[in-house]
């Protein structure tokens, strides 16, 4: 399997004319100063509000520019390929799947919800799994990981809904590497992330299941 696709005898003529090298070579400079506009998204997540954001942008821009023009010597295609791989493509991929996961508002369903919050409630008052209390759908899905969660950070219903949302943003980002392993090639792995957009799988618990997929697969 071939991580960076065959090597053509002939480039495109549009890097070429655009900016005087040929198209290894710019993608290689592209990879590594897409960087900092990859780091974009992850501020907003981890900074909320996000103070100033058009500042943020300039510079990560100007950034950008600067490693661009700098690189004296572009790394080869395939350490390139990789650095988008298994890098900045996943940042961004995650950043879309968490902001169109997360709400800043979310109402209490007391069905689908209450199935993780109720035994969370039970858990933190000292029952016991299968005695007295029964996780429909397994422990970390019914009330264990919350539990978990809650001891750490507080007994809240946002703990409950922050894990929901951070960690639902994980199967894009493992379909991603899904795709990248059996195919090794960027259109084929967006492919993949895009059939993940239109199935009904659970989020927070398809994750661990294709993950670990993946990560056999890369061994």
């Known amino acids: 399997m ?27 400079r592209v990879a590594v100063a897409g960087v ?27 950034l950008s520019v600067v490693l ?9 295609p395939e350490s390139a390929w990789k650095l988008a791989a298994w890098f900045v ?8 799947s968490y902001a169109s996961t997360a709400h800043l508002f979310e109402y209490v369903d007391l069905f689908h919800r209450g199935e993780s919050i109720g035994p969370a409630s039970d858990y933190l008052r ?4 299968y005695n007295g209390v029964y996780p429909l759908h397994g422990l970390l899905e019914d009330g264990l990981l919350d539990t978990w969660l809650m001891e ?23 379909l991603w590497y899904l ?10 792995a967006l492919l993949v992330v895009a059939m993940g957009a239109w199935t009904t799988a659970e989020n927070a618990r398809t994750f661990f299941q294709i993950a670990a997929v993946a990560a056999s697969g890369a061994a």
């Open 2 to 28: 071939a991580s960076s696709g065959s090597s053509r005898s002939t480039s495109p003529a549009s890097p070429k004319l655009a900016f005087g090298r040929d198209l290894e070579e710019t993608f290689a």
């Open 36 to 62: 900092p506009l990859a780091f974009l998204p992850l501020a907003a997540i981890l900074i909320v509000p996000t103070p100033l954001p058009a500042v943020w942008i300039v510079i990560a821009f100007l």
């Open 68 to 76: 661009f023009l700098r690189i004296r010597r572009a790394p080869p």
């Open 89 to 96: 493509i996943p940042l961004l991929i995650y950043a879309v």
């Open 126 to 129: 000292g029952k016991q799994p």
């Open 152 to 174: 750490l950070f507080g007994r809240s219903l946002e703990v409950s809904v922050a894990q929901s949302v951070v960690l639902g943003g994980f199967l894009a980002l493992s």
């Open 179 to 188: 795709g990248v392993v059996l195919f090794g090639r960027f259109p084929l």
